[in-house]
């Protein structure tokens, strides 16, 4: 059974979680890795430089944007394609996220937050809520049959 007085507070600690996370992944890219270094890394692995920007300002702006709750639940499923492609990359590595080049567990958890927040929806104090019509219709159903 779902609290309703709470879940909306429940939501909005898992959106700050996931939108902190992707800043700080951002981050990770930007302060540590570097560009350069995250581009060598994204061409060790078959996939082309130039994507290393794309994807770290996704994660920039996407987490700032999930965290304030600005359209956060299609940015989440929009963003689902990087860790979904995260855990492609990191699975011959193991469980473990601190195994050597990282497990895949981590972005797993992501992913999987990510689409929690996305069928949950945006929780309290969001700035723009979003409306997901695909997800209405599913939720307009599964009441018309209890």
Known sequence: ???????????????????????????????????????????????????????????????????????????SLALLPILLGAVMVHAPNGWLFNAPNGGWEYPAFMALTGLAYTLIGDGAFALKRTELPMFNRMQNAAHSET
């Open 1 to 75: 059974m779902i609290d309703n007085r709470f879940a909306p507070y429940g939501v909005l600690a898992l959106r700050i979680a996931l939108g902190v996370m992707f800043i700080a992944h951002a981050y990770l890219k930007l302060a540590v890795f570097t560009v350069p270094g995250f581009g060598g890394f994204l061409g060790k692995i078959g996939l082309p430089a130039f994507l290393a920007w794309p994807i770290i300002l996704a994660e920039l702006l996407g987490g700032i944007a999930i965290l304030v709750g600005f359209y956060g639940r299609a940015i």
